[in-house]
């Protein structure tokens, strides 16, 4: 069975092999971006790539470091969001575009890590048709499985368009792993990855970073394009490990195991 640090070197060789540079995740209290208090993907510490005032590199890849503090709420309360998290991603600052980012994603997935096809849903923003001409004639991934979502959820950041923050956004499309429906969900066969039954666990999502939002919502086209991807590493193990939660991978197990014992060791002893 491949372990966690088994995917996370599998990712970062695969996109070496690609002619990107890896480079080492950042800090998760980003030096020198007034915009967040942590770390929340792997494309914060490329903004100046973004913008095009750094050239130092037109590919990269990362496994950053990250806390989310939206996802905070929901922590324990689904199989998928943690406090702390791995993100794996790969980025171009004006090279590659949608073209190359969706056949290397699916490329990684189905041959890299053999993920069955037939498990693996995608979403596109509901007006991009070349994204969706790609996933439709290029990756031959069925009509089926291909759905067209918004700006909350195929935007990034999400709803930007509308709510901010200011900086480098763009449309994206997300990659689904479909554990099977869920005998208690409300739509029942009819789900799709738009529900939050925990059917469908959303592992890689890719951005097609071309605007700078500024204020007033105006979204002035970057000097160039440039690919922004972000794949949950927990997530990823959980599926390439066959488990429905990310909990029951071997990078909690281990943890999880020595609370129980301590636990156990401790009980005789609690008053
Ligand atoms: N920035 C995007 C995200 O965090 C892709 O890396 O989902």
Known sequence: MLSTNDIR?????????????????????????????????GMQQF????????????????????????????????????????????????????????????????????????????????????????WLNDIKQPKERIVKLGDKSNFWPSNARLNGPN??????????????VNPNCPNGAQCDPDCSCGRFSEVWNLVFTQFNRKDGGVLEPLPAKNIDTGMGLERLVAVVQGKKSNYE??????????IKETVKSNSGTMT
């Open 9 to 41: 070197a599998k990712f970062l060789n695969f996109f070496k092999s690609k002619n990107h540079s890896i480079v080492a995740s950042d800090s998760l209290v980003p030096k020198d971006d007034p915009t967040v208090l942590f770390t929340t993907a």
């Open 47 to 134: 903004k100046p790539q973004f913008l095009g005032r750094d050239l130092t590199y037109t590919r990269a890849s990362t496994c950053q470091k990250c806390l989310r503090t939206d996802d905070l709420d929901v922590v324990g309360k689904t199989d998928f969001h943690h406090t702390f998290f791995e993100m794996l991603g790969n980025f171009s600052f004006g090279d590659y575009f949608k073209k190359e980012a969706i056949a290397w994603a699916w490329e990684f997935l189905t041959g890299e890590l053999k993920l069955p096809k037939d498990r693996l849903w995608v979403s596109v923003y509901k007006d991009d048709e070349e994204a969706y001409g790609i």
């Open 249 to 258: 991978t071997d990078n909690f197990t281990a943890i999880l195991s020595v």
């Open 167 to 180: 900086g480098p956004c763009g449309p994206c499309s997300e990659i689904f792993y479909d554990y099977g």
